[in-house]
């Protein structure tokens, strides 16, 4: 009998950028480089949409693979949304398994990538919070939600009520997490495209959330894996 050699899951570490957001790329940067995850098994490709090119220039010297967006002439949500697509096409294009779709003002613990994998499904997050200060809201929508008529293509009605009892240390079930850290395999992203579509103001992560509920495609949000979100307008403010 021979023996078979085991791999562990090519993935694929990826995300939008733009100069807006480069206040926390140091820190982001640190912590995708001190991921436990075995590095010969990780690549890092970034969607880059600023207006010039010096990012992706930045990114290149330090190694990483990086695609400039075009500005899209119908608008920032088109702009970030062709920068997820073209994560997405990169992923299938090079046979990973799994894109690790993480947000660069997102700081996730080391071991996200294995505590993920340890789920065992193909759409699951870690949690993170939308805002800072007293505004501070869970990016999650909880899976009650589901007999809800949603042709409307609502945005997210966020978890706040059930918050101290939906961080139990367990995997849950939820509508909507956002694709800020976020692990999905291969065979979803063959069939759920990142897209949106003028008239709504809603964005990419919204939208498939939707399209995931149409397909009966499962959402998962590790309440274990709790993320630090720096994020800032792009005027460079805080929101509280």
């Known amino acids: 009998m021979e023996n078979s050699k085991f791999e562990l899951?090519?993935?694929l570490i990826c995300a939008p950028q733009h100069e807006s957001k480069n206040y926390a790329w140091d820190m982001w940067w640190e912590r995708v480089q001190n991921l436990t995850y075995p590095r010969s098994r990780i690549e890092i490709f970034l969607a880059d949409n600023s207006k010039t090119k010096d990012n992706v220039k930045k990114f290149k010297d330090l190694g990483i693979k990086t695609q400039h967006i075009p500005q899209n002439k119908k608008g920032i949500i088109f702009t970030i949304k062709d920068s997820h697509?073209?994560?997405?096409?990169?992923a299938l294009k090079n046979d990973f398994d799994f894109i690790f779709h993480l947000e660069t003002d997102i700081?996730?613990?080391?071991d996200v990538i294995e505590r993920l994998l340890c789920s065992g499904k193909k759409v699951?997050?870690?949690t993170y919070d939308l805002l800072f200060g007293k505004?501070?809201?869970p990016m999650i929508q909880l899976d009650e939600k589901y007999d809800v008529n949603i042709?409307?293509?609502?945005?997210?009605?966020?978890?706040?009520?059930e918050e101290p009892q939906f961080f139990d240390g367990t995997l849950k079930q939820v509508y909507h997490l956002g694709l800020g850290c976020v692990l999905i395999h291969k065979s979803i992203l063959e069939r759920v495209p990142f897209r949106v579509f003028e008239g709504?103001?809603?964005h990419t992560d919204t939208w498939f959330a939707n399209d995931?509920?149409?397909l009966q495609i499962p959402i998962f949000a590790d309440t274990t894996i709790q993320c630090k979100h720096y994020n800032q307008t792009w005027l460079g403010k805080v929101q509280y």
């Open 200 to 202: 709504f103001d809603i």
């Open 9 to 11: 899951p090519k993935i």
């Open 85 to 90: 697509e073209a994560c997405r096409k990169y």
């Open 135 to 137: 505004k501070r809201t």
């Open 107 to 110: 700081i996730p613990p080391v």
């Open 151 to 161: 042709r409307d293509y609502r945005t997210p009605d966020f978890l706040v009520a």
């Open 212 to 214: 995931c509920f149409q």
């Open 124 to 126: 699951v997050g870690g």
